[in-house]
């Protein structure tokens, strides 16, 4: 079995065993805080650095650049990056329809054993990649850890999912039969990962992809490409080959529409907005002069996520669930919780005490470690100001319900509750995507479900309840690809919650879990006649 211990010290992983989420790092331990200082000032000393577009292993400037900036100062430029454009789309296309020919061919004991070394290579750097971060996305320091254990557990997962696949047999054996099934891989992917979880989501797709022997075109997004480029720096160390992946940042109007667009692109993994999702959907679906194939979409496209809090609730754990998923990384999660939905038995007392919880809530800039640190961009801080203005009309204010100048001058909100919002209001039906929740009242817990379900999305959800049979009536029918009873709705790990959601939350993807190889794979039936 894998071995625990301490993250502050060397350990030796037996990959042959069974899989063991990374575990977490306590802060609260003086070691451990040292580390992640040291690693701070380390990557503070790297700075501003430009990167190369990397397409099959050669490395690429371009005339356009993104300028990568660090949300809690905006004056600060965390990376330089090249922008990839249409002249780029047949270069990495090339580049990736080479390597796919020999790598579909490559063991699968190798590229699982790829997987593996990346994630060894990345265990031993776990204090520095959380540090890029806490610089590149605000993240603090337990947010960044959980990004960088989860991106470990997705090495880890993977190649054991798709050892085990290559192990699968014919269910049934024909007389005068040999019988197998093979899961061969799909083609040349363009994998398009979003900023908020730069370095879990981006290496998970692109980790699934390459384990299950496709070639790859990488678009990170252009708020979080150093990162990207960090963990493709860790892919050549581990001994990727060249044109495996293909680093190439660049703009979704362009670029990316193009890759989408490709004959030879066989799937699009995305995570992000319901708009590019849908709008990927619809490329994809057109068949492009010699495209010989359907293309396969994997699309994650964000929620309105609802915690139900029942009459007879242990509410202290509900507020401190509630405000968890709300605030954590100040709300830029697909999985936060930007409804609450209150018995209206204990609605005044519930946000009384949400009230006091989250005035408790300190925001700053995230090297400093506190609970919350900026909002991505200038355009998106505006958007969810845009919002609370518009909660104010709708609702009523309990705390917060504005930009935070006492946290500096970078993109700071502050966390904010805003009460009595009705069903079916702005706030209550679109995604906000920072630190603002909508607090609704229910008149028993039938309302509530009916208030919870009544959105276009479907990710995730929670309730608190001590009654046995609405837990059972939860599981049943509040229409949610991950549901939690009694705990957050944010936080789904490797393996135990496998992750995607239903409706317009995307294509219910199960990152994370047993059938998400089958993405990046296709199923080979052979029968073999013996005498």
Same mark, same amino acid.
């Given at each position: 079995?894998?071995?625990v211990?301490?993250?502050t010290?060397?350990?030796?992983?037996?990959?042959e065993g069974?899989?063991?989420?990374?575990?977490?790092?306590?802060?609260?331990?003086?070691?451990n805080?040292?580390?992640m200082?040291?690693?701070?000032?380390?990557?503070?000393g790297q700075?501003?650095?430009e990167?190369d577009?990397?397409?099959?292993?050669k490395?690429?400037?371009?005339?356009?650049?993104?300028?990568?900036?660090?949300p809690?100062k905006?004056?600060?430029?965390?990376?330089?990056?090249?922008?990839a454009?249409?002249?780029?789309v047949?270069?990495?296309?090339s580049?990736?329809?080479?390597?796919?020919?020999?790598?579909r061919?490559?063991?699968v004991e190798?590229?699982?054993?790829?997987?593996?070394r990346?994630?060894?290579?990345?265990?031993?750097?776990?204090?520095?990649?959380?540090?890029?971060?806490?610089?590149e996305?605000?993240?603090?320091?337990a947010?960044?850890?959980?990004?960088?254990?989860?991106?470990?557990d997705?090495?880890?997962?993977?190649s054991?999912?798709?050892l085990?696949?290559?192990?699968?047999?014919?269910?049934?054996?024909? /007389?005068?039969?040999?019988?197998?099934?093979?899961?061969?891989?799909?083609?040349v992917?363009?994998?398009?990962?979003?900023?908020?979880?730069?370095?879990?989501?981006?290496?998970g797709m692109?980790?699934?992809?390459?384990?299950?022997?496709?070639?790859?075109?990488l678009?990170?997004?252009?708020?979080?490409p150093?990162i990207?480029?960090?963990?493709?720096?860790?892919?050549?160390?581990?001994?990727?080959?060249?044109?495996?992946v293909?680093?190439?940042?660049?703009?979704?109007?362009s670029?990316?529409?193009?890759?989408?667009?490709?004959?030879?692109?066989?799937?699009?993994?995305?995570?992000g907005?319901?708009e590019?999702?849908?709008?990927i959907n619809?490329?994809?679906a057109?068949?492009?002069? %010699?495209q010989?194939?359907?293309?396969?979409?994997?699309l994650?496209? %964000?929620?309105?996520?609802?915690i139900?809090?029942d009459?007879?609730?242990?509410?202290?754990s509900?507020?401190?669930g509630?405000?968890?998923?709300a605030?954590g990384?100040?709300g830029q999660?697909c999985?936060?919780c930007?409804?609450?939905?209150?018995d209206?038995?204990?609605?005044?007392k519930?946000l009384?005490?949400?009230?006091?919880?989250?005035?408790?809530?300190?925001?700053?800039?995230?090297?400093e470690?506190?609970?919350?640190?900026?909002?991505?961009?200038?355009?998106?801080?505006?958007d969810?100001?845009?919002y609370?203005?518009?909660?104010?009309?709708d609702g009523?204010?309990i705390?917060?319900?504005?930009?935070?100048t006492?946290?500096?001058? %970078?993109?700071?909100?502050q966390?904010?509750?805003?009460?009595?919002i009705? /069903?079916k209001?702005?706030l209550?039906?679109?995604e906000i995507?920072?630190p603002?929740l909508?607090v609704i009242?229910?008149?028993n817990?039938?309302?509530a479900l009916?208030?919870a379900?009544d959105?276009? +999305?479907?990710?995730?959800g929670?309730?608190?309840?001590?009654?046995?049979?609405?837990?059972?009536?939860?599981?049943q029918?509040?229409h949610?690809?991950n549901?939690?009873i009694?705990?957050?709705?944010t936080?789904?790990?490797v393996g135990?919650h496998?992750?995607? %959601? +239903?409706?317009?939350s995307?294509t219910?993807s199960k990152?994370?879990g047993?059938?998400?190889?089958?993405?990046?794979?296709?199923?080979?039936s052979?029968?073999?006649?013996i005498?």
């Amino acid at each position: 079995m894998a071995t625990v211990e301490a993250p502050t010290r060397p350990r030796v992983r037996l990959h042959e065993g069974p899989f063991v989420n990374e575990p977490l790092t306590d802060f609260s331990k003086e070691e451990n805080a040292r580390q992640m200082r040291a690693a701070i000032e380390k990557v503070r000393g790297q700075l501003g650095r430009e990167y190369d577009l990397v397409i099959g292993g050669k490395r690429v400037k371009t005339t356009d650049k993104i300028k990568s900036i660090n949300p809690a100062k905006p004056s600060q430029l965390v990376g330089l990056h090249q922008k990839a454009g249409k002249e780029q789309v047949e270069p990495a296309m090339s580049a990736a329809l080479r390597a796919f020919e020999s790598w579909r061919h490559t063991s699968v004991e190798e590229r699982a054993a790829l997987l593996f070394r990346t994630g060894d290579l990345l265990r031993e750097r776990k204090f520095e990649f959380a540090a890029w971060m806490v610089f590149e996305v605000s993240k603090n320091w337990a947010e960044a850890d959980g990004d960088i254990a989860e991106t470990i557990d997705f090495c880890e997962y993977y190649s054991r999912e798709a050892l085990r696949l290559s192990k699968v047999e014919a269910p049934v054996q024909l /007389p005068g039969e040999r019988d197998h099934l093979f899961y061969i891989p799909l083609g040349v992917g363009a994998v398009i990962p979003p900023w908020n979880f730069p370095s879990a989501i981006m290496a998970g797709m692109t980790l699934a992809s390459i384990v299950a022997g496709n070639t790859v075109i990488l678009k990170p997004s252009s708020d979080s490409p150093t990162i990207a480029a960090k963990f493709f720096e860790l892919l050549e160390e581990a001994g990727m080959p060249e044109g495996v992946v293909n680093f190439c940042p660049g703009a979704g109007a362009s670029f990316g529409d193009s890759v989408v667009a490709h004959p030879k692109t066989r799937y699009i993994a995305f995570t992000g907005s319901r708009e590019v999702g849908l709008r990927i959907n619809k490329v994809a679906a057109e068949k492009p002069e %010699g495209q010989i194939w359907i293309k396969r979409t994997v699309l994650e496209m %964000g929620g309105k996520d609802a915690i139900i809090v029942d009459a007879d609730a242990d509410i202290d754990s509900a507020v401190e669930g509630v405000a968890s998923a709300a605030f954590g990384f100040q709300g830029q999660k697909c999985s936060a919780c930007s409804r609450a939905i209150i018995d209206e038995r204990i609605y005044d007392k519930f946000l009384e005490k949400l009230k006091t919880r989250v005035e408790k809530i300190t925001v700053g800039d995230p090297t400093e470690n506190p609970n919350m640190g900026a909002v991505i961009n200038e355009g998106s801080m505006k958007d969810i100001l845009g919002y609370i203005e518009q909660g104010k009309k709708d609702g009523r204010v309990i705390t917060g319900g504005a930009r935070d100048t006492k946290a500096g001058d %970078g993109f700071f909100v502050q966390p904010t509750v805003i009460a009595d919002i009705p /069903p079916k209001s702005k706030l209550e039906q679109e995604e906000i995507f920072g630190p603002v929740l909508a607090v609704i009242k229910a008149k028993n817990f039938d309302h509530a479900l009916e208030i919870a379900n009544d959105t276009e +999305f479907g990710l995730t959800g929670a309730v608190y309840t001590k009654s046995r049979e609405k837990i059972n009536r939860a599981m049943q029918d509040f229409h949610v690809g991950n549901l939690y009873i009694n705990r957050k709705c944010t936080g789904a790990m490797v393996g135990a919650h496998p992750f995607g %959601g +239903f409706n317009m939350s995307g294509t219910d993807s199960k990152s994370g879990g047993p059938d998400y190889l089958y993405l990046f794979t296709q199923g080979k039936s052979v029968g073999e006649k013996i005498s």
